[in-house]
């Protein structure tokens, strides 16, 4: 009976642990989804924001946490959101800010054009939140309006 127990009982532990594995994922289950991409355009009043910034900071509310990705908007207002000059982004969630290019004012001339909203600069004012799913190309679009000079 003794020699039964010393082989039943190694042999049931090693059952249990490859269901273990099979149930929690491991041998033979695909593998995790890859890092995203992020892309998009980013307007102002119906036209093309050109040499403005894009940033996806980490939500710390939902759990967000490293380094913000930025993009440069070009000509066109188009993005592509890099972080360490990768275009592979982390999925989670994130606090986006948005700002036109800077612009050298001159106080001679009374402009009544419309401003950028000063608000969108900081994630923690802006509103905006966008959630980057693992291994997904997003494309996400910033419309930018404001009424008044």
Same mark, same amino acid.
């Given at each position: 009976?003794?020699?039964?127990?010393?082989?039943f009982?190694?042999v049931?532990?090693?059952?249990?642990?490859?269901?273990?594995?099979?149930?929690? #994922? %491991?041998c033979?289950?695909?593998? /995790?989804?890859?890092?995203?991409?992020? =892309? $998009? *355009?980013?307007?102002?009043?119906?036209?093309?924001?050109? #040499? %403005?910034?894009?940033?996806?900071t /980490?939500?710390?509310?939902?759990?967000g =946490? $490293? *380094?913000?990705?930025?993009a440069?908007?070009?000509?066109? #207002?188009?993005?592509?959101?890099?972080?360490?000059?990768?275009?592979?982004i982390?999925?989670g969630?994130y606090?986006?800010?948005?700002?036109?290019?800077?612009?050298?004012?001159?106080?001679?001339t009374?402009?009544?054009?419309?401003?950028?909203p000063?608000?969108?600069?900081r994630?923690?004012?802006?509103g905006?939140?966008?959630?980057?799913?693992?291994?997904?190309?997003?494309?996400?679009?910033f419309?930018?309006?404001?009424t008044s000079?």
């Open positions: 009976m003794r020699t039964v127990l010393r082989i009982i190694p049931a532990a090693l059952v249990a642990g490859a269901a273990t594995m099979a149930l929690s #994922g %491991g033979g289950s695909s593998p /995790p989804a890859g890092p995203a991409t992020v =892309r $998009g *355009k980013l307007l102002f009043n119906g036209q093309p924001v050109a #040499g %403005g910034l894009v940033i996806f /980490p939500d710390p509310d939902r759990g =946490r $490293g *380094k913000p990705a930025r440069e908007t070009g000509p066109d #207002g188009s993005f592509l959101l890099l972080l360490d000059h990768s275009s592979h982390p999925a969630w606090r986006v800010s948005l700002m036109p290019p800077p612009v050298i004012s001159d106080p001679l009374h402009s009544d054009k419309r401003t950028f000063a608000k969108l600069a994630p923690d004012l802006s905006l939140v966008r959630e980057v799913q693992a291994g997904k190309d997003h494309v996400f679009e419309a930018v309006e404001t000079p």
